[in-house]
């Protein structure tokens, strides 16, 4: 399902999709994003968006704040984001200005 708003979704399995990044995904314009894929959610009937991190280096207060943002609009449709592939330096990132647990789940894959 590719799009030109910064990022493709593919359906994996019964109830879950990917979300894979690209280089133009612009975090500091989540609307037309979320809209995107709040209406795939619910199409979908997805229970689980998988949200890969391998192509994102570091994850600053605004990528952090999209994911965020993500995670509450994937709760709203009692779906649950799970970041997958994040690298050391994404995680050390996110850790330096943070100070509670993030609202989406990091597993290592799916």
């Known amino acids: 399902m590719e799009n030109n708003q910064g990022f493709?979704?593919?359906?994996?399995g019964k109830s879950s999709m990917l979300l894979e990044p690209y280089d133009n995904l612009d975090p500091s314009d989540p609307e037309p994003m979320i809209e995107e894929i709040s209406k795939k959610l619910i199409e979908n009937n997805i229970f689980?968006?998988?949200y890969d991190l391998n192509k994102v280096l570091i994850v600053d207060e605004i990528y952090y704040s999209w994911l965020c943002h993500l995670s509450d609009t994937c709760t709203l449709f009692q779906a649950e984001l799970k970041v997958i592939n994040m690298k050391a330096t994404a995680a050390v990132s996110i850790s330096s200005f943070i100070d509670s647990q993030p609202p989406f789940k990091s597993v290592l894959e799916m």
Do not use: C, E
């Open 8 to 12: 493709n979704l593919t359906r994996v």
């Open 48 to 50: 689980t968006l998988f």
